[in-house]
């Protein structure tokens, strides 16, 4: 409530029920000039074609190599033990050398040991095997897009 003064400097009970807009037009006139600045800024940035990401499911073709780690580091080449690690490496070796190169799917329990998994990683890598991946189970409730 504003109390004014009346014509003779006598006080006025009445109340002055207009708003001041000034500061508002103030503000609104600031905000306008930083849109004027800013926006020639973002139109004239490099031009760049930036990537498109989809998360997609993995499509096995029979020349993938899935090798499966249970949680007491038995591996097994599609479905079959191999006991000595010597003879992964050699069937690794033997399957390196194809053209296109095949890639290795590695499904690992999630309780294995991490010592089991990097030994099979490493097999890859002395084999010469470009294209090591790690199936996953997605979790509950996530999309995936085709």
């Given at each position: 409530?504003?109390?004014?003064?009346?014509?003779?400097?006598?006080?006025?009970?009445?109340?002055?029920?207009?708003?001041n807009?000034?500061?508002?037009?103030d503000?609104?006139?600031?905000?306008l000039?930083?849109f004027?600045?800013?926006?020639?800024?973002?139109?004239?940035s490099?031009?760049?074609?930036?990537p498109?990401?989809?998360?997609?499911?993995?499509?096995?073709?029979?020349?993938?190599?899935?090798?499966?780690?249970?949680?007491?580091?038995?591996?097994?080449?599609?479905?079959?033990?191999?006991?000595?690690?010597?003879?992964?490496?050699?069937?690794?070796?033997?399957?390196?050398?194809?053209?296109?190169q095949?890639?290795?799917?590695?499904?690992?329990d999630?309780?294995?040991r991490?010592?089991?998994?990097?030994r099979?990683?490493v097999?890859?890598?002395?084999?010469?095997?470009a294209?090591?991946?790690?199936?996953?189970e997605?979790?509950?409730?996530?999309?995936v897009t085709?």
């Amino acid at each position: 409530m504003a109390i004014g003064l009346g014509p003779g400097g006598e006080e006025d009970d009445t109340l002055v029920s207009s708003i001041n807009t000034t500061p508002l037009v103030d503000i609104m006139l600031v905000l306008l000039i930083i849109f004027l600045i800013t926006i020639p800024v973002v139109t004239h940035s490099v031009p760049v074609a930036l990537p498109n990401e989809a998360n997609q499911p993995t499509r096995t073709r029979p020349q993938n190599i899935v090798i499966a780690i249970d949680r007491d580091g038995g591996v097994f080449w599609n479905d079959v033990k191999i006991a000595d690690p010597a003879l992964l490496l050699g069937k690794l070796e033997e399957r390196a050398v194809e053209q296109p190169q095949p890639e290795v799917h590695i499904r690992a329990d999630k309780d294995a040991r991490y010592e089991f998994v990097g030994r099979v990683v490493v097999a890859c890598q002395r084999a010469g095997i470009a294209k090591v991946a790690f199936i996953t189970e997605p979790q509950r409730g996530a999309k995936v897009t085709p």
